[in-house]
């Protein structure tokens, strides 16, 4: 079965080679009991250590079942010493953290033995040591017998070939010596035991067969057996393997009995984590905070699309020509310049222009209307609007900046609720119906109250003063008149006539609306919203009126005589209401997942055209808020790159850390390898450690940082006015920190658990 073939083996201390065993040649029956006498320092532990794979000889060959392992690699030796040999240690040799029951069933988890199976053979042999009653006990709370019989029972366990004892009974009283012995004897009627020994007596009384050894030479043999068997190889091993999760189990007791120290470590490590969490928990916050901004300004920013889309330069005043002796060195050259330059406002040559055609209208009418609240089309036609104050005497209201802002408004109600708090009355419903638009305070300028011949000096103006106010406009037709002598069109200023007949368009104050006081400030305009109704039915009217006919066949004005432009004809036949090309539309997405599919189904129309062709939105919006969010993902990133340090810092400690643990657990390593445990299972078993230790660690940061969150947020609301829960640590970049933590510890324990798993296991037993 198994057999030593000239071995040699010796060892190098410093300039002194120590020949530990000299050609030595012996073969061993399948069933017997050897003893292996000698004095110290004859060889006989180095023997038994290349027998059960634990060393490497120099030369010569170890053959089993017929095979020579001269050839052998190091999976063949681990896979060798975990079927087919089981080692009794002289100090016992149990992994300490661990209970009984699991340090039986420690080899058979790296043969791939089901948890059932393993937990039925462990329970089986320890009941057969007499230990039935201490498997779920502490190897320390045993006695020296005892825990010797786990050791037994740990190596029969797997049912090898070979048992080696070394020492079996060194450290434990003669009558427990002979219990033992007794055991190892019965286990020697159907295996083969190898026990090396310095009780000559002990070796005559229990073994079949003594051999004694002295400087690394065989002198005796008391039961010689010659192996005929030729080296040809019949020997199969099965590959071992230490599954992550038995690993994890490993790490996980040794850590158990050090909780002070790893609750330390987790912690330590857990500092640059709650570093980031906290950044990450405000950044995550105020991007929330400008969300919400969006949101609350979607009304005054919805998609827009200009003749001109938003150029930044441009709004930034970079346009139009220099200074002829600026030229582009800029001011810094000429501080004592003091004079000013007109110029002609231009329009650069990138700057795209959006040609919006009627097909462009048609397309947006095909898109999804669940996805907007409106679509307007804004003209620039000026419908004339007057104020009857008595019987024929009208009012002309000036409109624009000089007087009331006079403007379509939209009539979607739910739209309108996101900027407008309808205060009293209600929203228009059809053409003749108005809408009045006051700040948050109510207020309205001055110039709106002169426009309307009310007294501006007056503390207040009641809603039902302003419902009572008549307004009419009128149609192209009926404003102007044709002067038969000139030709030209002249407002009539006969409007009684208009009213008494009906052909007047009355309009009235129908509700009063206060502007949102979660809307921006600036970006709503107050004054006179009237229903689009009303601009359409004079478009309409627009179409046959004789004025908007004669100007159209005419390139001087048919108001003031003066020649025009292409340009100033096109723009006097807007305001006529006769070219009905829009001077803007204006998209309402209902909200932001609406808004990106519109953004979508625009983008999908231009893709086709050619660049000049297409037709640029501006989301006016998203532009802000992506300036802001640009912001504050920079601080942010800075500051994560600080924090960060502390991450590295605390994963290089706890290497540190977990190369002080592979000092601790040496004989640990020492007992895995001699159980077959591969140099990977090693690493494994550490790389398990400080696995737990960086979710831990991670678990930790992310807990405090969230805690945390809570008296930070108190403090910032009282601070910071309409802020609410400003720090905001999400479930993913919890889930995000907790995984980066595993990572970096993962990283920072590569370098000891390889330190761990090249440890040589012969040395690794001998440390105490």
Known sequence: ????????????????????????????RKQEFVAILGPSGSGKTTLLN????????????????????????????????????????????????????????????????SPEARKTRALEVLEGVGLKDHVHKKPNQLSGGQMQRVAIARAIANNPDIIMADEPTGAIDSE???????????????????????????????????VKLRDGEVIEDTNP???????????????????FKQALKLSFNNLRTKKFRTLITAFAGSIGIIGVAMVLALANGLNNEIDELERSTLAQFPLQIDPFPIDIEAAQGNFGPPGPQLDDQGFEEFPDVREVYPYEE????????????????????????DLYFEIN?????????????????????????GGVDFEPTVTSEEFLSQSYDVIDGRLPENANEMLLVVDTQNRLNVRFFQALGINPDVASVSFDELYALDFYSFYPNDYYLENEETGRFIPSGDYEPLVESGDAIALKIVGVARESADSLAGFIDTGIKYHPDLEQMYIDAAQTSDIALAQAASDT???????????????????LGYDTTPRQVLIYPVDFNAKTEIREALDAYNEPLPEDEQIIYTDLAALVTDLTGDLINGVSYVLIAFSSISLVVSSIMIGIITYVSVLERTKEIGILRSLGARKKDVSRVFN????????????????????????????????VDGIDGLAQLSLLAGVALILISIFLTFIAGLIPSRIAANKHPVEALRVE
């Open 688 to 719: 398990a450690e400080t696995t737990i230790i960086g979710f831990t660690a991670g678990l930790l940061g992310v807990a405090i940082a969230y805690g945390l969150t809570f008296p930070l947020n108190i403090l910032i609301e009282s601070l």
């Open 176 to 210: 427990t010596s002979a219990q033992i012995m007794a055991i190892i004897q019965e286990i020697a009627k159907e295996k083969l035991v190898i026990m090396v020994t310095h009780d000559e007596a002990l070796a005559h009384k229990y073994a079949d067969r003594v």
């Open 377 to 401: 089309a804004e003209y620039d036609v000026r419908l004339p609007l007057f104020l009857r104050e008595a019987e024929n005497q009208f009012r002309g209201v000036d409109q624009g900046g």
């Open 557 to 575: 004005s048919v108001i003031t005589g003066l020649e025009l432009s292409p340009q100033q004809k096109q723009g006097v036949l807007r305001q």
């Open 1 to 28: 079965m198994l057999s030593l073939k000239n071995v040699t083996k010796s060892y190098q201390v410093g300039d002194f080679t120590q020949n530990a065993l000299n050609g030595v040649s012996l073969s061993f």
């Open 346 to 369: 231009q329009i650069s040559e990138d700057q795209h222009i959006n040609v919006i055609t009627q097909d462009y209208l048609d397309f947006l009418d095909t898109l999804d209307p």
């Open 225 to 243: 057996y010659d192996d005929a068997q030729e080296a040809t190889g019949s020997l199969l091993l099965k590959k071992t393997s230490m599954a």
């Open 50 to 113: 290349m027998v059960g794979g634990l060393d490497r000889y120099d030369s010569g060959d170890l053959i089993i079942e017929g095979k020579s392992t001269q050839n052998f690699e190091d999976k063949d030796w681990d896979a060798y010493r975990n079927h087919a040999v089981g080692f009794v240690f002289q100090s016992y040799n149990l992994i300490t953290h661990t209970s009984v029951l699991a340090n039986v069933e420690l080899g058979m988890t790296l043969s791939g033995l």
